[in-house]
């Protein structure tokens, strides 16, 4: 079955340091993926997302390109903000339900954004 | 639009008792879906439905039911709780042309005694 594989927490940076957060996948066919942040109380927010192989999603300050021949969504950020401390989920798509039946998700990566 | 509502935020139950999860969407979407979340779990999908009178069930289904009679209401049944079933529970949304994106409720926190 399908499954996501992302770096654990948490990851603790300094202000302005740059942010990667590796993610892999296992999937039949052409997977949709995405990242997921959820601030602290919060339900999960889309991040960003990508939907074929090269796309790159984009979204506050916030990067991933969808690499098929090593099965990589990684997160990167060139300066993080103390703002950014979150929980980040991975999270993939296989499209067999056409959308309807939900997201196989990351176990999550903690990010702790130090002043 | 206010989104995707659910109640109540909290519930504190004791184990045996039964008890509805609220959510509600208000944007016409055709999809929706339950997650439990758990430390170091991440997101596990338990049902979810392509749309009135349509449901399936996703991960982890044991010990919860639904049943979708609108389009805007999707409540998730914990019919004898028990405390494997504490957790945060989110529902989301979705629809056809979405690209497979979930619009996420702010969650549920349930423990069961």
């Known amino acids: 079955g399908d499954s996501v594989t992302q770096m654990e927490g948490p990851v603790t940076l300094s202000e302005e340091a740059f942010l990667t957060i590796n993610c892999t996948y296992t999937?039949?066919?052409?997977?949709?993926l995405f990242w997921y942040v959820q601030y602290p109380g919060e339900g999960l927010q889309l991040l960003l997302k990508a939907t074929k192989a090269d796309d790159k999603g984009s979204n506050k300050g916030f990067e991933a390109t969808y690499r098929k021949e090593t099965t990589s969504f990684h997160l990167e950020k060139g300066s993080v903000q103390v703002s950014d401390s979150a929980v980040y989920f991975c999270a993939l798509s296989d499209g067999s339900g056409g959308g309807a039946d939900g997201l196989t998700f990351g176990k999550g990566t903690h990010l702790i954004i130090q002043p | 639009n206010a989104g995707v509502t659910q109640t109540p935020k909290f519930q504190v139950l004791k184990t045996g008792q039964s008890m509805t999860l609220q959510c509600a969407q208000d944007m016409n979407h055709e999809y929706m879906s339950w997650y439990r979340q758990d430390p170091g779990m991440g997101l596990r999908l338990i049902h979810y439905s392509v749309g009135a009178g349509i449901t399936d069930q996703g991960e982890v289904p044991n010990g919860y039911n639904v049943s979708r009679s609108t389009t805007e209401d999707f409540p998730l049944r914990l019919l004898s709780a028990a405390p494997s079933q504490t957790s945060v529970y989110f529902c989301?949304?979705?629809?056809?042309?979405?690209?497979?994106?979930?619009?996420f409720g702010p969650g549920t926190r349930l423990t069961v005694l």
């Open positions: 999937a039949t066919g052409y997977p949709s």
């Open positions: 989301a949304s979705s629809y056809r042309e979405a690209g497979n994106e979930q619009f």
